[in-house]
Each structure stands twice: as structure tokens, then as C-alpha cells.
T-cell receptor, first 114, second 113 residues
Framework: AQSVSQHNHHVILSEAASLELGCNYS??????LFWYVQYPGQHLQLLLK??????LVKGIKGFEAEFIKSKFSFNLRKPSVQWSDTAEYFC????????????FGKGTHLIIQP | NAGVTQTPKFQVLKTGQSMTLQCAQD?????MSWYRQDPGMGLRLIHY???????DQGEVPNGYNVSRSTTEDFPLRLLSAAPSQTSVYFC????????????FGSGTRLTVV
């Protein structure tokens, strides 16, 4: 079965610091990759997605992610974080061709200190 | 355009009670799914549907039933609530399975006592 690993469960950064959150998946075939953000008390919102083409994907709010097929990775980055980026971040994978939805990582709780 | 609407937002049940969590979308999405979110576990797929009349089990289906009689609605039924079903439940929909991304509802926080 597909699995998704997010290496950092809790991350604390100061404002203006750079961010990189790791995500690795296990499926060796075609995949669609997603990063979602969940602000406190809210539902999940799509930050960005990758399904083909340029492996460097730009999303909303200045986030980007790079798909590295050889490493089965889809790491999320932001060059300068803001206090408003405090949230839970989830990496998710869909196995190409499958109908059984997304497999999520366990999430990374990001806290930005002013 | 309301997106994905879930009701109720909060619910407390006694062990053994049954209830239905409602999910409706107005985007004409074929694909709908239910997830539960537990601390430190991420989101886990309960059931999904690829169209009206078609449903299938996800990773954690035990104790839950679903049906899909219309494109718009995808209710989740708890047959006999247990404390282990205390969780936050999210409904999600998508135009198609795969790369288009999923739209999530605002969630139902369920406590079983």
C-alpha cells in the first residue's frame, strides 16, 4: 500500500526564516502529489499540486515544491516565512490511475514566532 | 457557490447511538470521499465514491456506511457509535479522481462518550 512520510512533526521558526518540509512517498509508479495547509480550526486548503511537467511547482502564498522522482520526494519550501504561516501542513499522494483517494502524511505542525 | 457543505459542525453521541453526517457539494463533482483526522495520524480515507450509485471502502471503513443516490450528496452513517470514532470528519470532492485536487468541507467534530 502507498505510504507518505513527513519527517518533521513539529517545526518552530522565526519570521523571515527559510522553510523546507520534507515529504517522501513509497509508490514507484505514476503519482500525483499535493501539499495542503490547515490553519487552526479550519479545513484543508490546497497549497500546490504536481501531476506532470516542470518538477518545480509554485503554489499560493509564496510556497513552492520540488518533485524529485529518483528520491521519491516532494519537499515544500518557502524562502521567507511569516507569522501567518503558522498551521498544519500535509503532504498527500494519489497513485496514478487509482480510484481510492489520497494518502496523507501525518502532518507537520509549523509555528512561526514573531 | 457554496463548495462542500458539511453538517453538523459539532456532535456529541453516546456509545451505541447512530447518526448520519451530511455532505453536499454544488460543483457537479463526480468524486466524493470521507476522511477522518486524528492527532498525529493525518487524514485517513473511510469511504469514497466515483459517481452516483458507486461506493467503495477506503483504509478505515469499519463502523461506517455510505451511499450515493445523487451526484450532490454523500452521507456518512455511523451504525453504532464507539469512543474510537471520536474524531474530526472531513468530506472532500473532486471533478475527477487524481490530479485536479480535492475541495474539502469545513469538517464535523464528533465526540462519542
Amino acid at each position: 500500500a502507498q505510504s507518505v512520510s513527513q519527517h518533521n512533526h513539529h517545526v518552530i521558526l522565526s519570521e523571515a526564516a527559510s522553510l523546507e518540509l520534507g515529504c517522501n512517498y513509497s509508490y514507484g509508479g505514476t503519482v500525483n502529489l499535493f501539499w495542503y495547509v490547515q490553519y487552526p480550526g479550519q479545513h484543508l486548503q490546497l497549497l500546490l499540486k504536481y501531476f506532470s511537467g516542470d518538477p518545480l511547482v509554485k503554489g499560493i502564498k509564496g510556497f513552492e515544491a520540488e518533485f524529485i522522482k529518483s528520491k521519491f520526494s516532494f519537499n515544500l519550501r518557502k524562502p521567507s516565512v511569516q507569522w501567518s504561516d503558522t498551521a498544519e501542513y500535509f503532504c498527500a499522494v494519489h497513485s496514478g490511475g487509482g480510484a481510492d483517494g489520497l494518502t496523507f502524511g501525518k502532518g507537520t505542525h509549523l509555528i512561526i514566532q514573531p | 457557490n457554496a463548495g462542500v457543505t458539511q453538517t453538523p459542525k459539532f456532535q456529541v453521541l453516546k456509545t451505541g447511538q447512530s447518526m448520519t453526517l451530511q455532505c453536499a457539494q454544488d460543483m457537479n463533482h463526480e468524486y466524493m470521499s470521507w476522511y477522518r483526522q486524528d492527532p498525529g495520524m493525518g487524514l485517513r480515507l473511510i469511504h469514497y465514491s466515483v459517481g452516483a450509485g458507486i461506493t467503495d471502502q477506503g483504509e478505515v471503513p469499519n463502523g461506517y456506511n455510505v451511499s450515493r443516490s445523487t451526484t450532490e450528496d454523500f452521507p456518512l452513517r455511523l451504525l453504532s457509535a464507539a469512543p474510537s470514532q471520536t474524531s474530526v470528519y472531513f468530506c472532500a470532492s473532486s471533478y475527477s479522481v487524481g490530479p485536479s485536487g480535492y475541495t474539502f468541507g469545513s469538517g464535523t467534530r464528533l465526540t462519542v462518550v
